[in-house]
């Protein structure tokens, strides 16, 4: 197997607030292979957005902060980049896709302008007008040349001149090139006459459109991990299906890895390779798609499986999980899943369960790993 | 149904006028409205759960505020046991409004962050008492009135040796609610939705979404209503949660024999808790039907895709599916014809005619559906409506010509 793009070892987040701090994320390991899409679910306040957000170094800090672990991205410690160095990071090494469309792309800016502004950023990383990120040990490359004025860089197309260092280096793309990559990429996300978008701003376009717009500009700067935050909760089902529908096709093109956060086991199922289940901040059970979904191995991801209403009323009660999910400022002893477990038993409420340890393998070796003290017994439940 | 339903509309219609621009105001060009609901006839009997299913913008939650009077309908009759609430105003719409009530879409904005849980569940309650009180207090003053006015005749009576009237029997004014009454009233409510005892002194912020909506339940059910519209009342909790909601919202009903309609985009929350289901598609019903019938053998073209594209929580069972193209189309002033025909696949000549009649589908009880083509439709194999193009309209445009057409709509 080929070095996977992204690892995150042992990352503890904790919020700083008023009472002390709250640990948002405790001790999750994870990697995503090239070409392959990790889907972490889990129910609201599991740290599955602090995750997700954690791993670009997006959390404000403060009140966030990082307080252990390594997030290796490209053979890069991203914990330890300084804050001024992370823009090279995101955009083209991680794209991110946000839930609402509406607060993450700019209300006065137009469609076009958005776009063509991640896509001038790539042209210029590539042209060696910015700095960028190749990853490895020396993750940044500074070779570049000061950005030019920007008349100079939207009229004429600027031939580097003076001494340029190793690699190859292209020429800036002018203005006529920079609109037909944009009309490229969102033909790419499936938009019919993207010419007539151009010039509308984001509150004229509809939310599987803004959608497909905010997918389009995290494409156009080409990322090699996408990480996608709950990207199709706030559409309708049959936008839904369309962009979940885009999202698989893109996968296959442009063989992306995808850290795939959501709520919606349907839409989990349909996208994910790999699945992570998040509990209180940690991750309870991880393991390739169809195994967790076919023989859960964490009694938590048995209980939100069953929980999913596909039964008449007829049928009788749906199968709910009592109470909710713990407050992280006083969660419970041992393990944090133990008041709503129907497993539960003395050791649970005492003893934290083991860490992530493999309890089975799928046929092709791939490792199903939970983390509760009884993994065996959760199929027998009824 | 030989019974008179709960609730009945026809035909209802609410539009929302835009502004007129100058220029449109100087052309003389009439003002445009938005067609949020357009021409719905419904029923809801007592006990029974309708769920009503569409995307956002097809005008399932203006119709919800229109069935409970929280928009002025602009046409059409809305019938509550038999009468007219369109017409109700004063006292008689406020008396009304314990008969039917509403959990709105958003369990934050929907509760006063200042008012703790027992004045927040608590207040129909109040409301309700008091209205009773002032109604009372003005029957006491007509009867006072009447009596005055016997005592005078009685006067006349006693001279003339007449026998006398007697007085007319003041009512009884129930007593102000109190404090004590009220937090003892708002206490046995709370354990029907599964709210701890404790929780009466907090505030709303103190509690999680699925807390949340277990109070705007509450307060909805604190007056004992006929009929509960409940908006989208899972959309903003998880399964976990929601199940826990939703199987209280059946035992519920099942206790004591509650209708619900259930505003949602979740056809989930609706297989489970629904006994019958209306699809509403830009303001118009496609297809009203059992639960059953409608989920697993749709009829209408669009039910169809809106059911394809549920995603199915089952790795095993990904599949290509009939995908709708395009977006919602605009609601300001839509052409005439089913709404439906700019995004389907089947769309004839006829369908942009005219509005397609709600009418009862061929060889299904109790089925309702809209559309010109609908049975032929739904009887195709389901692998030419997994083709995305619109490859079966025009090839196949033989069948339909024999059936006639629609029946011209009135």
């Given at each position: 197997?080929?070095?996977?793009?992204?690892?995150?070892?042992?990352?503890?987040?904790?919020?700083?607030?008023?009472?002390?701090?709250?640990?948002?994320?405790?001790?999750?390991?994870?990697t995503?292979?090239?070409?392959r899409?990790?889907?972490?679910?889990?129910?609201?306040?599991?740290?599955?957005?602090t995750l997700?957000?954690?791993?670009?170094?997006l959390?404000?800090?403060?009140?966030?902060?990082?307080?252990?672990?390594?997030?290796?991205?490209r053979g890069?410690?991203?914990?330890?980049v300084?804050?001024?160095?992370?823009?090279?990071v995101?955009?083209?090494?991680?794209?991110?896709?946000?839930?609402?469309p509406?607060?993450?792309?700019?209300?006065?800016?137009?469609?076009?302008d958005?776009?063509?502004?991640?896509?001038?950023?790539?042209?210029?990383?590539e042209?060696?007008?910015?700095?960028?990120?190749?990853?490895g040990?020396e993750?940044?490359?500074?070779s570049h040349?000061?950005?030019?004025?920007?008349?100079?860089?939207?009229?004429?197309?600027?031939?580097?001149?003076?001494?340029?260092?190793e690699?190859?280096r292209?020429?800036?793309?002018?203005?006529?090139?920079?609109?037909k990559?944009?009309?490229?990429?969102?033909?790419l996300?499936?938009?019919?006459?993207p010419?007539?978008?151009l010039?509308?701003?984001?509150?004229?376009?509809?939310?599987?459109?803004?959608?497909?717009?905010?997918i389009?500009?995290?494409?156009?700067?080409?990322?090699?991990?996408l990480i996608?935050?709950?990207?199709?909760?706030?559409?309708?089902v049959?936008?839904?299906?369309?962009?979940?529908?885009?999202?698989k096709?893109?996968?296959?093109?442009?063989?992306?890895?995808?850290?795939?956060?959501?709520?919606?086991?349907?839409?989990?199922?349909?996208?994910?390779?790999?699945?992570?289940?998040?509990y209180?901040?940690?991750?309870v059970?991880?393991?390739?798609?169809?195994?967790?979904f076919?023989?859960?191995?964490?009694?938590?991801?048995?209980?939100?499986l069953?929980?999913?209403?596909?039964?008449?009323?007829?049928?009788?009660?749906?199968?709910?999980?009592p109470?909710s999910?713990?407050?992280?400022a006083?969660?419970?002893?041992g393990?944090?899943?133990?008041?709503?477990?129907?497993?539960?038993?003395?050791?649970?409420?005492?003893?934290?369960?083991?860490?992530?340890?493999?309890?089975?393998r799928?046929?092709?070796?791939?490792?199903?790993?939970?983390?509760?003290?009884?993994?065996?017994?959760?199929?027998?439940?009824? | 149904?030989?019974?008179?339903p709960l609730?009945?509309?026809v035909?209802?219609?609410?539009?929302?006028?835009?502004p007129?621009?100058?220029?449109?105001?100087?052309?003389?060009r009439?003002a445009?409205?938005?067609?949020?609901?357009?021409?719905?006839?419904?029923?809801?009997?007592?006990?029974?759960?309708?769920?009503?299913?569409?995307?956002?913008?097809s005008?399932?939650?203006t119709?919800?505020?229109?069935?409970?009077?929280?928009?002025?309908?602009?046409?059409?009759?809305?019938?509550?046991?038999?009468?007219?609430?369109t017409?109700?105003?004063g006292?008689?719409?406020?008396?009304?409004?314990?008969?039917?009530?509403?959990?709105?879409?958003?369990?934050?904005?929907?509760?006063?962050?200042?008012?703790?849980?027992?004045?927040?569940?608590?207040?129909?309650i109040?409301?309700?008492?008091?209205?009773?009180r002032?109604?009372?207090?003005?029957?006491r003053?007509?009867?006072?009135?009447?009596?005055?006015?016997?005592?005078?005749?009685?006067?006349g009576n006693?001279?003339?040796?007449?026998?006398?009237?007697?007085?007319?029997?003041?009512?009884?004014?129930?007593?102000?609610?109190?404090?004590?009454?009220l937090?003892?009233?708002?206490?046995?409510?709370?354990?029907?939705?599964?709210?701890?005892?404790e929780?009466?002194?907090q505030?709303?912020?103190?509690?999680?979404?699925?807390?949340?909506?277990?109070?705007s339940?509450?307060?909805a059910?604190s007056v004992?209503?006929?009929?509960?519209?409940?908006?989208?009342?899972?959309?903003a909790?998880?399964?976990?949660?929601?199940?826990?909601?939703?199987?209280?919202?059946?035992?519920?009903?099942?206790?004591?024999?509650?209708?619900?309609?259930?505003?949602?985009?979740?056809?989930?929350?609706?297989?489970?808790?629904?006994?019958?289901?209306?699809?509403?598609?830009?303001?118009?019903?496609?297809?009203?039907?059992?639960?059953?019938?409608?989920?697993?053998?749709?009829?209408?073209?669009?039910?169809?895709?809106?059911?394809?594209a549920?995603?199915?929580?089952?790795?095993?069972?990904?599949?290509?599916?009939?995908?709708?193209?395009?977006?919602?189309?605009?609601l300001?002033d839509?052409?005439?014809?089913?709404?439906?025909?700019?995004?389907c696949?089947?769309?004839?000549?006829?369908?942009?005619?005219?509005?397609?009649p709600?009418?009862?589908?061929?060889?299904?009880?109790?089925?309702?559906?809209?559309?010109?083509r609908a049975?032929?439709?739904?009887?195709?194999?389901p692998?030419?409506?997994?083709?995305?193009?619109?490859?079966?309209?025009?090839?196949?445009?033989?069948?339909?010509?024999?059936?006639?057409?629609?029946?011209?709509v009135?």
């Open positions: 197997m080929t070095e996977p793009v992204l690892s995150v070892e042992h990352l503890s987040v904790d919020y700083q607030i008023a009472t002390g701090l709250v640990r948002a994320v405790d001790d999750v390991s994870l995503i292979p090239t070409g899409v990790v889907g972490i679910v889990g129910e609201t306040g599991c740290g599955k957005s997700a957000q954690a791993i670009p170094r959390l404000p800090e403060p009140p966030a902060r990082i307080a252990s672990g390594r997030i290796v991205f890069t410690d991203l914990v330890g300084p804050a001024r160095r992370l823009p090279m995101r955009g083209t090494g991680i794209g991110m896709i946000f839930q609402e509406l607060n993450s792309l700019n209300p006065a800016i137009r469609v076009y958005q776009l063509a502004e991640a896509v001038l950023i790539r042209r210029w990383r042209a060696g007008i910015l700095p960028s990120f190749r990853g040990p993750p940044f490359d500074y040349r000061p950005l030019p004025r920007p008349s100079e860089v939207l009229s004429k197309p600027v031939v580097p001149s003076g001494p340029v260092a690699g190859p292209r020429r800036l793309p002018g203005r006529s090139e920079v609109r990559e944009v009309l490229e990429f969102l033909r996300v499936r938009i019919q006459d010419e007539t978008i010039d509308r701003y984001p509150h004229e376009l509809s939310g599987g459109m803004r959608q497909r717009i905010m389009a500009m995290a494409l156009s700067e080409r990322p090699s991990l996608a935050d709950e990207p199709t909760s706030a559409l309708d049959t936008i839904q299906a369309q962009v979940l529908t885009l999202m096709e893109l996968i296959d093109e442009a063989h992306a890895s995808i850290l795939f956060i959501s709520h919606d086991f349907g839409v989990i199922a349909e996208i994910a390779d790999d699945l992570g289940v998040m209180a901040g940690r991750l059970e991880l393991g390739p798609v169809a195994e967790v076919r023989s859960p191995r964490h009694p938590y991801t048995r209980g939100l069953r929980a999913i209403p596909e039964r008449y009323k007829s049928d009788g009660p749906l199968a709910a999980i109470g999910v713990p407050n992280l006083r969660l419970p002893t393990c944090r899943y133990h008041p709503r477990c129907p497993l539960a038993r003395e050791v649970c409420r005492v003893d934290p369960p083991p860490d992530l340890a493999p309890v089975g799928t046929a092709e070796g791939q490792p199903h790993r939970s983390a509760c003290h009884f993994p065996e017994e959760v199929a027998g439940l009824p | 149904m030989t019974e008179s609730l009945e509309t035909n209802l219609v609410k539009r929302f006028p835009l007129r621009s100058i220029s449109e105001f100087v052309g003389g009439p445009r409205s938005i067609h949020a609901v357009d021409g719905v006839s419904l029923t809801i009997a007592a006990g029974e759960t309708l769920g009503l299913i569409g995307e956002s913008g005008g399932k939650t119709l919800g505020w229109a069935l409970a009077r929280l928009h002025e309908t602009t046409e059409g009759a809305v019938r509550f046991e038999g009468e007219e609430v017409q109700f105003s006292s008689r719409l406020r008396r009304w409004r314990s008969r039917i009530q509403i959990v709105f879409q958003d369990p934050v904005g929907s509760l006063d962050p200042r008012l703790r849980v027992w004045q927040i569940v608590g207040e129909p109040r409301v309700q008492a008091e209205l009773r002032r109604d009372a207090l003005a029957g003053r007509r009867v006072t009135r009447a009596n005055r006015a016997i005592r005078r005749e009685n006067v006693t001279r003339l040796g007449k026998p006398l009237q007697p007085l007319l029997p003041l009512p009884e004014v129930p007593p102000r609610l109190g404090r004590a009454e937090r003892a009233r708002v206490r046995s409510i709370l354990p029907t939705v599964g709210l701890p005892l929780s009466l002194d505030y709303p912020h103190e509690f999680s979404g699925g807390g949340r909506q277990r109070i339940l509450a307060r059910l004992d209503p006929k009929l509960v519209i409940l908006d989208e009342p899972t959309s909790l998880d399964v976990s949660v929601q199940a826990q909601i939703l199987n209280r919202l059946v035992e519920l009903q099942r206790e004591r024999g509650i209708a619900f309609l259930l505003i949602t985009h979740n056809v989930a929350a609706v297989r489970y808790v629904a006994d019958r289901v209306a699809v509403l598609y830009l303001g118009q019903l496609l297809e009203v039907g059992e639960v059953r019938a409608v989920l697993e053998r749709p009829i209408h073209p669009y039910t169809k895709a809106l059911l394809a549920l995603p199915t929580p089952d790795p095993a069972r990904r599949r290509i599916r009939y995908r709708l193209t395009g977006d919602i189309p605009t300001i839509p052409p005439p014809g089913c709404r439906f025909a700019p995004r696949p089947f769309v004839q000549p006829a369908c942009r005619v005219a509005d397609p709600l009418r009862p589908a061929a060889g299904a009880s109790g089925h309702l559906v809209a559309g010109v049975e032929e439709v739904g009887a195709l194999p692998e030419v409506l997994l083709q995305d193009a619109r490859g079966p309209s025009t090839a196949g445009p033989d069948a339909p010509a024999g059936e006639g057409g629609p029946a011209p009135s």
